[in-house]
C-alpha cells in the first residue's frame, strides 16, 4: 500500500470512506490494498471469534452501495478475512498480540545490518514494539516498520 513511504491520495480516500462503515458493521479493518490503479480493492476484515464468508459478503454488499454512491470507481472489490498470517499494522495490534510469534522487516537496517526479524512480540509502548529473539528483547520503533505479520503455529 506504501511505496517510498507515501500513500496514493485514492487508497487515503477510500480508506476514509470504508474504515467508517467496517466499523460500524462491527469489524475491524486490518488492511486495505489498491491496486491496478484502483482497479482492485482487497480488504481484510476480522471480529472477535473469527470472519466467515457470511461476513465477507455482507461487508462487500455494503461497501458496493457506498462505493457507488461516493463515486469510487473501481473494477473488484475482494473482503477476506487475514486469516493465520496477520498483517500487523497498528500499535494497538503489537500489544494485542502479546506472546505470539511474529515477523517484522524494517525500512532501514540496524547497526549490524539487520532488516528482518522473527521472534516473539512482547507487546508496544511508546511507539516501539518489544521483540524477544534468541534470548534478547530488542525495541523497534513501529514508524521503522516496513511489514509485520504473525507467524502461524500449526
Known amino acids: 500500500m506504501e511505496r517510498d513511504g507515501l500513500r496514493p491520495i485514492f487508497c487515503l480516500r477510500t480508506e476514509e470512506l470504508i474504515a467508517p462503515v467496517v466499523t460500524g458493521m462491527g469489524y475491524e479493518l486490518v488492511d486495505l490494498q489498491?491496486?491496478?490503479?484502483?482497479?482492485?480493492?482487497?480488504?481484510f476484515?476480522?471480529?472477535?471469534?473469527?470472519?466467515g464468508l457470511e461476513d465477507c459478503?455482507?461487508?462487500?454488499r455494503?461497501?458496493?452501495?457506498?462505493?457507488?454512491v461516493e463515486g469510487v470507481e473501481y473494477d473488484r472489490l475482494e473482503v477476506?478475512?487475514?486469516?493465520l498470517d496477520r498483517p500487523l499494522r497498528k500499535a494497538r495490534d503489537f500489544a494485542r498480540f502479546a506472546g505470539q510469534k511474529?515477523?517484522?522487516?524494517?525500512?532501514?537496517?540496524?547497526?549490524s545490518g539487520r532488516?528482518?526479524?522473527v521472534g516473539v512480540l512482547r507487546g508496544e509502548n511508546e511507539g516501539r514494539v518489544s521483540l524477544e529473539l534468541d534470548g534478547q528483547t530488542v525495541a523497534l520503533a513501529i514508524e521503522d516498520i516496513d511489514r509485520a505479520r504473525l507467524v502461524p503455529e500449526l
Open 34 to 43: 489498491v491496486s491496478n490503479r484502483g482497479g482492485l480493492l482487497r480488504l
Open 102 to 111: 511474529a515477523d517484522v522487516r524494517m525500512r532501514t537496517a540496524d547497526a
Open 80 to 83: 477476506s478475512s487475514p486469516g
Open 62 to 68: 455494503q461497501l458496493t452501495r457506498v462505493l457507488e
Open 115 to 117: 532488516r528482518r526479524f
Open 57 to 60: 459478503a455482507a461487508v462487500s
Open 45 to 51: 476484515i476480522d471480529k472477535p471469534g473469527g470472519i
